[in-house]
């Protein structure tokens, strides 16, 4: 029966090992503007990456922006994912179809539709003006706001529909027990729902963190060119440079910093919930 | 009242987070038919020839196919070896079954612009030594996209395993079935819904993927989510938003057919 | 504590109607069980009173407070669920305590009604386990002791017992009793087990597709079930349909005489019923009725006897006769003679099949 595991396991070995190996090896070589790479050992671009003010800006904006946007899921996901855990399976499908159906519609064109609504001349500045609440356009796009409720808005069905599924296997007689003794509805839901979901907490935080501090499309196109995250600074080291040590250093810290904080927030909510 | 308050503040938060996944998606239907070609609110009119403009920008329908090709062929790939997986994972006695756990999961847990960055330089040194071009071919895109749809199938299945009722199992046994037939005839029926949601998110994960794919598109290969972005270059226009609108339209149809044939309802 | 009375209680899923117009009074300290078989309403009955399910018409009167509309946690019902509902994150006394500090009951005195509550269902020293670490009945002891800690004005109980096994079963069945009885509490059981039913309550609801045919206690229901389907849901009956034909006369299809009760009106189309006990038989002698031994199936103390009457099939049960007995040499297609008084057979208005 282990021979079920061998193809896709070998397929993750060669088409993710490997290359993650390949890039670090890169990451310690040299750049020369001449022969783009000499193979050699050294941390030297970890170094630069690690002392260049423009990357720890680019490091901690893109660290803040994704740990926003998995607290704001969170918190928006939850009643969300409870909701539809617990609607009757009549309906049920056409609310499933209602939270996949963006993703599959793509964050490019989402973040379109949010240009479309938060630019000078978009729906929310009109209907501002309309209403003569103000007088100027207001400054929504391109702004770290902008991003964070762009991804945001790509990455909370993750969250709804990771939920749902563990809240899916509370039992429902739980909540109603404890309302039976006495606790009103937000009672019971901190008391008995949240503890019992902690699993999918930790598992939709998790999973939207990681898509948060990849995210690519969102911020080159809500936050403008001034604002930098690191998906696109990595990918610009390799599309507009040719400094492919340096790139792939970048790239290794985006990884190691991805898993440090994904590993350290499961364990704190992990110990605070442990039962 | 609390009861009350408590109940409004839910259906509030409820439809503030549905407002919010799909406002941008309504936005873009409607500003598909504004007529001016620099979207502004409010319209000064309404057209459909973006519609028709969109139809002769062929970038767009050549990515859709490419799309859907590499989306198709990783699921079809991805979903068998990931349920294979999956299934010895949970039931087989295995010695470093966590460690595995953990190699098949692994792409969930690498963002996709550090895999598709390495890929890149994989694919880059791979073309050297078999002295054929990978990067920009369907090949090199099918198996990048097979990396996104064997870990969400692994999880997936995983999970439905874990929920299976192992006596079902044990009736057919007992009833004379032997374990393939036991797999075949109530294994697999049970896991049904496991592996289709399987399908559907592998397929989501290839169709939309945008960061894993940037760096291995090439001339005549490039999927739609690239030659969108490639197109939008800091502008909103109305014909993207007409291709888009297609593509919702066409989305949103192939969800409601494939709900006749299994509940989506269960799926999730 | 207080009475439970509901007044036309009704709920509809769509067309249709799985509790129909039940209405009942629970007295204080009563313990009353509702009984039917599977799907005819009960649990939804005790869950519009706990209040998670909304009748479609009718009341649910807790110490005489209209609580139809009542949230569930306003209601002060305790409830004991099928599968138990603890709470699978919190220690036996953390599940214990969760209601009392729902009525905001400070710690100290939370404590002590806890270990209290515990004693009572003897599982001292087990309050810090998890419910995961208990075995059946004492998850199910957990659950009764969490709903009675409070003290609640209705006592709600949906088949606490069917999880466990049959020895411990009637243990369990006794203790409930009992605590039921020692702190008075007004109680509503479910349950489709009639013995269960009959040795612990009060009084007796019995039930079909959503409606109430009898109330009454194990006594009544027994000895004057109010229909066939009551007389064959409470213990077991020999039924024969017939017409009365004179005073203490019954007469089946071919012409067989029967004895009856004396007050049946003649020309009454009805079914006779018996109770297997109150059936009587010998070795053929000339006067009686004239049966046929089908089989006997031996239970140990007592034997049940199957015979053939005028085509109908009925049983007799008796103690077993002691060896020797003439009776024991009855053979299977042996002739005998039936006989029983009068006043122990029950005329019922309906015909049977
Ligand atoms: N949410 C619901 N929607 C539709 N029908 C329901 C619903 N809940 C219960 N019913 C129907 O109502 C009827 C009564 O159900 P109920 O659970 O009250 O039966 P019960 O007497 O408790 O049976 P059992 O002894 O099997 O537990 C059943 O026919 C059931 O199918
Ligand atoms: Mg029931």
Redesign the interface.
């Known amino acids: 029966m282990a021979a079920l595991i061998l193809p896709a396991g070998l397929l993750v070995l060669l088409l993710l090992v490997a290359p993650m190996a390949m890039l670090f090896r890169i990451s310690l070589n040299e750049y020369s503007p001449t022969q783009l790479m000499l193979e050699a050992l050294q941390p030297g671009n970890y170094l630069r990456a690690l002392a260049d003010p423009y990357y720890q800006a680019v490091m901690g904006t893109t660290m803040s922006v994704a740990l926003s946007c998995t607290a704001i899921c969170l918190v928006i996901g939850f009643p969300a994912a409870w909701w539809l855990a617990r609607m009757d399976s009549k309906r049920k499908s056409l609310a499933v179809i209602l939270t996949v159906f963006p993703l599959l519609v793509g964050n490019v064109v989402r973040s379109a539709g949010w240009m479309a609504l938060l630019g000078r001349d978009g729906a929310i500045n009109a209907a501002l003006r309309g209403l003569g609440v103000v007088s100027e356009p207001l400054q929504l796009l391109y702004t770290e706001g902008a991003v964070i409720v762009g991804i945001v808005a790509v990455v909370a069905p993750y969250m709804i529909l990771t939920l749902s599924a563990v809240i899916e296997g509370i039992p429902r007689n739980l909540e109603e027990a404890a309302a039976n003794l006495g606790a009103g509805p937000l009672v019971a839901f901190r008391r008995v729902v949240l503890p019992l979901a902690v699993p999918g907490v930790v598992a939709g935080s998790v999973l939207v963190f990681i898509l948060c501090m990849n995210a690519y499309a969102t911020p080159v196109l809500l936050g403008g060119p001034q604002f930098k995250m690191m998906a696109p600074a990595v990918y610009d080291q390799f599309v507009r440079g040719t400094n492919w040590p340096f790139g792939a250093a970048l790239a290794f810290l985006l990884l190691v910093v991805t898993l440090a904080l994904t590993v350290l927030g499961s364990a704190v909510v992990g110990r605070r919930y442990r039962r | 009242m609390?009861?009350r308050g408590?109940?409004m503040l839910?259906g509030a938060?409820?439809a503030?987070?549905?407002a919010?996944?799909?406002?941008?998606?309504?936005?873009?239907v409607?500003?598909s038919v504004f007529s001016q070609e620099?979207?502004?609110?409010?319209p000064e009119g309404f057209t459909l020839r973006w519609y028709a403009n969109a139809w002769d920008k062929r970038e767009f329908a050549r990515g859709f196919v490419t799309s859907m090709q590499v989306a198709l062929v990783a699921t079809a790939i991805g979903v068998p070896?990931?349920t294979?997986?999956a299934?010895?994972?949970t039931?087989?006695r295995?010695p470093g079954k966590a460690a595995?756990n953990t190699?098949?999961l692994?792409?969930?847990?690498?963002?996709?612009?550090?895999?598709g960055?390495?890929?890149?330089?994989?694919y880059v040194?791979a073309e050297f030594w078999v002295d054929d071009d990978i990067k920009g071919t369907t090949l090199g895109l099918v198996?990048?996209h097979?990396?996104l749809t064997?870990p969400w199938t692994?999880r997936l299945v995983s999970?439905a395993l874990a929920?299976l009722d192992r006596s079902a199992e044990e009736a057919a046994a007992n009833l004379g079935a032997r374990p393939l037939t036991v797999f075949r005839r109530v294994t697999l029926p049970m896991l049904r819904p496991g592996v289709v949601a399987a399908g559907?998110f592998s397929?989501?994960q290839s169709?939309?993927n945008?960061?894993l794919t940037?760096?291995l598109v090439g001339p005549g290969r490039i999927t739609?989510?690239v030659a969108?972005?490639n197109y939008?270059e800091?502008r909103?226009d109305p014909t993207?938003?007409a291709v888009?609108t297609v593509?919702?339209v066409l989305?949103?149809a192939?969800?409601?057919i494939t709900?006749r044939f299994v509940?989506?309802?269960?799926?999730? | 504590m207080g009475t439970l009375q509901l007044a036309g209680l009704s709920r509809r899923y769509g067309a249709n109607t799985v509790v129909d117009g039940v209405s009942l009074d629970v007295a204080e300290g009563e313990l009353v069980a509702l009984l039917g078989p599977s799907g005819c309403g009960k649990t939804t009955t005790l869950r519009m009173v706990a209040g998670f399910v909304e009748p479609s018409a009718g009341t649910v009167r807790i110490a005489g407070r209209d609580v139809t509309r009542a949230p569930p946690h306003g209601r002060d019902t305790g409830m004991v669920f099928q599968s138990y509902a603890l709470f699978p994150h919190m220690t036996v006394a953390g599940n214990v305590a969760f209601g009392l500090e729902m009525r905001g009951i400070g710690r100290a005195e939370r404590e002590a009604r806890v270990l209290e509550a515990l004693r009572l269902v003897r599982l001292d020293g087990l309050g810090e386990r998890l419910p995961r670490q208990l075995s059946g009945g004492q998850q199910q002891r957990v659950a009764l002791a969490r709903a009675l800690v409070v003290n609640p004005a209705v006592f709600l109980l949906d088949e606490p017992l069917s999880n466990l096994d049959a020895k411990l079963r009637a243990e369990v069945r006794v203790e409930i009793r009992n605590l039921q009885q020692r702190l008075g509490l007004t109680t509503l059981f479910v349950t489709h087990d009639q013995e269960e039913a009959l040795t612990m309550a009060d009084r007796l609801v019995v039930m079909e597709r959503g409606r109430v045919r009898q109330v009454g206690t194990a006594e009544e229901l027994y000895e004057r079930p109010a229909d066939l389907f009551v007389a064959n849901f409470i213990g077991r009956v020999n039924a024969l349909a017939g017409e009365v034909a004179g005073p203490g006369e019954f007469r089946v299809a071919d012409g067989t005489a029967l004895p009856c009760p004396r007050d049946a009106a003649p020309g009454m189309r009805a079914t006779l019923c018996l109770r297997p006990e109150k059936l009587r038989f010998q070795p053929w002698a000339s006067a009686g009725v004239p049966a046929v031994l089908a089989r006997t199936v031996y239970l140990g103390g007592q034997t049940e006897y199957h015979f053939t009457l005028a085509g109908a099939p009925v049983m007799a049960l008796r103690e077993t006769p002691p060896a020797g007995d003439r009776l024991r040499g009855l053979q299977p297609g042996d002739r005998v003679t039936l006989d029983w008084l009068g006043e122990d057979a029950r005329l019922l208005p309906e015909v049977a099949r």
Do not use: C
């Open positions: 609390a009861v408590a109940r839910f938060s409820v503030g987070a549905y919010l996944v799909l406002a941008p998606v309504l936005a873009v409607v500003i620099i979207v502004s609110f409010p070896l990931g294979a997986a299934y010895a994972l039931r087989a295995l595995l190699l098949l692994g792409p969930l847990a690498v963002p996709g612009v550090v895999a960055t390495a890929l890149y330089l994989f040194r198996a990048a097979v990396l064997i692994v999970a929920g559907l397929f989501i169709f939309e945008l960061e940037l760096l739609l989510p969108m972005l939008l800091f909103v993207l938003a888009a593509q919702i989305v949103g192939l969800m409601l709900d509940s989506l309802a269960r799926v999730v």
